[in-house]
């Protein structure tokens, strides 16, 4: 089965430009969640989606921040403008139906984005 | 206070020794739920164990085991007889409810483990 796929992996801009990231989540995973890594913040939750709804964006940094999820196999998480200080990587991944706390995270294999 | 606790930043064996990469966390909820990942160099996150709340069973799978003690709110891996392909950043993770149909997971800083030949 085809894991959690993203795209691009990586992506160099400059500061101001639109950034988006995609995600294919796994088929049948009702769950859908946004991460970013950093060194200095270590993995942090940014969103995540239930059945294409967004259910918690708490962890969103900024309005520049915005995801969504037209359907249940794609979702896109866009910076506009983007910054410096928004390089990271950032991860996708799914999980299936059963209630999300119990079920381990599929994760995909992350966009490097560096913002110039 | 840090939800998730890995307070070894960087372990290093040689190969073929023992090790235990430590976990503490802390919760309110009575369910939840405790992960390890591992992030090899080439990036992407690898899920390796789950365990509940319920269940302080110790896991072994080959050479990974897991100590899970409630009463310390500990969840510890450990690898036996290490290898270099076991070097990697690894992270524990805490699943809970934070409310209604909502929950949140916490992930821990990270251990990276150098495995040297």
């Known amino acids: 089965d085809a894991g959690v796929i993203q795209s691009p992996r990586h992506e160099v801009t400059e500061m101001g430009q639109e950034v988006t990231l995609r995600c294919k989540p796994i088929?049948?995973?009702?769950?859908l969640f946004w991460y970013r890594q950093t060194m200095m913040r270590g993995l942090e939750l940014l969103i995540y989606?239930?059945?294409?709804?967004?259910?918690?964006d708490s962890g969103m940094p900024e309005d520049r921040f915005s995801a969504k999820m037209p359907n249940a196999s794609f979702s896109t998480l866009k910076i506009q403008p983007s910054e410096p200080r928004d390089s990271a990587v950032y991860f996708c991944?799914?999980?299936?139906?059963?209630?999300?706390?119990?079920?381990?995270?599929?994760f995909g294999d992350g966009t490097r984005l560096s913002i110039l | 206070a840090q939800k998730v606790t890995q307070a070894q930043t960087e372990i290093s064996v040689v190969e073929k020794e023992d090790v235990t990469l430590d976990c503490v966390y802390e919760?309110?909820?009575?369910?939840?739920?405790l992960f390890w990942y591992k992030q090899p160099p080439s990036g992407e996150l690898v899920f390796l164990i789950r365990?509940?709340?319920?269940?302080?069973q110790n896991e072994i799978s080959g050479r990974y085991s897991w100590n899970f003690q409630k009463s310390t709110s500990s969840f510890n891996f450990t690898i036996t007889a290490s290898q270099v392909v076991d070097s990697a950043v690894y992270f524990c993770?805490?699943?809970?409810?934070?409310?209604?149909?909502?929950?949140?997971?916490?992930f821990g800083s990270g251990t990276r483990l150098q495995v040297q030949p």
């Open positions: 919760t309110r909820d009575t369910t939840y739920y």
């Open positions: 365990r509940n709340s319920f269940d302080e």
């Open positions: 991944a799914s999980s299936p139906r059963d209630r999300v706390i119990n079920q381990p995270q599929h």
């Open positions: 993770a805490l699943s809970e409810k934070v409310g209604t149909g909502r929950r949140a997971l916490t």
């Open positions: 088929s049948g995973h009702d769950y």
């Open positions: 989606f239930n059945n294409n709804v967004p259910i918690d």
